[in-house]
Structures are given as structure tokens and as C-alpha cells.
């Protein structure tokens, strides 16, 4: 039984990469990932610099807008009060404009989960990550 698993693995898991790297997304890793190998072979000193630079620069706006918070935290202009009456209203107004969102377009919460369940399975059809939606049984079990 463990030869038969190994093999079944070993195709299934073939056949899913070949599916995503002929899909157009997989096709457009393939190139991107050519491209930085490419460029690391021509410049890799130039790539290592570009990217202790990025690596820095994401770092210092990081600690300032650390110690931007944290000034605002010792001045008084955040407390815990201010950010759980910030976050509230947010979730509140996020609410209100979908609610008026929906009642414009006459929509129940039916129709949205629909919708977004219909996208979703769009995006991922176009990503080439779903072939089909069929339940795959296999069994392992040898016969005796």
C-alpha cells in the first residue's frame, strides 16, 4: 500500500502543478520568477543593495510611525477611550453604507452572500485554481 500512496501522490500532485503552471496565473509566476532569476544572475550585488535598501527604508517608516503613536499616546491625544470610540464609529459607519447600499439596490443578505459565493468561485475558476467542484474518492485499501 505504501508504493500505490507514494505514486498516487506523486500523480496527483504532478497533475495539479502542471494545471496551475499552464493556467494564465501560473504562466505569470513562471515569467516573474524567470525575470528575478535572471536579474539576480546579471546583478546580484546590485539586487542584494536594492533590497537591504528596501529592507532599511520599511524599517525607519516603521519606527516612525512608532514613535508618531507613541508621542500621541504620552501627549493624550490616544487613549484607549479615543481608539475604542474610533473603531466603533468605523465599524458603525462601514455598517450604515452597506445597509444603505443594499436597500438602494433592493438586495436581501441572500442576494449579497450569493453574489459574493458566485465571485469567488469566478476568481478562483479564472486562477485556474478550480477545474472542477466533483468530490474525488479514493481509495487506498488493497485488495486482497
Do not use: C, W
Not at 84 to 111: G, M, P, R, W
Amino acid at each position: 500500500m505504501g508504493k500505490v500512496s507514494s505514486i498516487l501522490l506523486g500523480t496527483i500532485t504532478g497533475v495539479a502543478t502542471a494545471a496551475f503552471l499552464t493556467s494564465k496565473k501560473g504562466k505569470e509566476v513562471v515569467t516573474g520568477v524567470s525575470d528575478l532569476v535572471q536579474e539576480i544572475t546579471e546583478n546580484p550585488q546590485q539586487v542584494r543593495e536594492q533590497v537591504v535598501k528596501s529592507a532599511k527604508d520599511f524599517s525607519e517608516q516603521a519606527n516612525q510611525g512608532i514613535a508618531n503613536v507613541k508621542e500621541r499616546v504620552e501627549n493624550g491625544e490616544i487613549t484607549v477611550q479615543t481608539i475604542f470610540e474610533s473603531a466603533v464609529h468605523t465599524a458603525q459607519e462601514s455598517y450604515t453604507n452597506l445597509k444603505d447600499k443594499l436597500q438602494e439596490q433592493k438586495l436581501s443578505s441572500k442576494d449579497v452572500a450569493a453574489s459574493v459565493k458566485k465571485h469567488s468561485q469566478e476568481l478562483q475558476k479564472a486562477d485556474g485554481e478550480i477545474i472542477e467542484e466533483n468530490e474525488i474518492v479514493i481509495d487506498l485499501t488493497e485488495d486482497e
